[in-house]
């Protein structure tokens, strides 16, 4: 075959040994388009995923985070709640209380004056 007869369209294009960086080329989007920058598109796109999932795991951490410490204000608020519950009910137990207490209900009990007797019952 003849090279006028070769179709033109699939010949390589060769790439120019004497072209450098430029802003211009830059601008034009001429610079995407240089085989060493073809080249390095996977690692290129490689970096970018990995940004992402540093970012997202940054995000997730950070929420952590808080809702550590918004659970760790909780269990304060909880515990000194507990503390004045106990303390509140260990002062309603008190016999002297619970006799006042009685006493303003008007429910009609009176303290037993004698001792306790034990039961004692035999079997057969």
């Known amino acids: 075959m003849s090279r ?3 179709n ?5 294009v060769r ?3 004497g072209q450098q960086f430029s802003f211009r080329s830059l601008i034009d989007g001429n610079v995407l388009t240089q ?3 073809i080249r390095q598109a996977p690692f ?3 970096l970018v995923l990995l940004a992402l999932i540093m970012i997202a795991n940054r995000n997730h951490a950070e929420k952590l985070v808080i809702r550590s410490n918004a659970l760790q204000t ?3 608020e909880l515990r000194s709640q507990a503390i004045t519950t106990s ?3 260990m002062t309603v137990s008190r016999q002297s209380r619970v006799e006042q207490l009685v006493r303003e209900k008007e429910l009609g009990l009176t303290e037993n004056k004698e001792p306790l007797k034990k ?6």
Do not use: N, Q, T
Not at 119 to 124: G, P, Q, S
């Open 44 to 46: 290129m796109a490689l």
């Open 15 to 17: 790439e120019e040994k």
């Open 8 to 12: 033109i369209e699939f010949e390589e």
């Open 87 to 89: 303390s509140e009910l």
């Open 119 to 124: 039961l004692v019952i035999e079997k057969k």
């Open 74 to 76: 909780e269990v304060k």
């Open 35 to 37: 085989r060493a920058v």
């Open 4 to 6: 006028e007869r070769k």
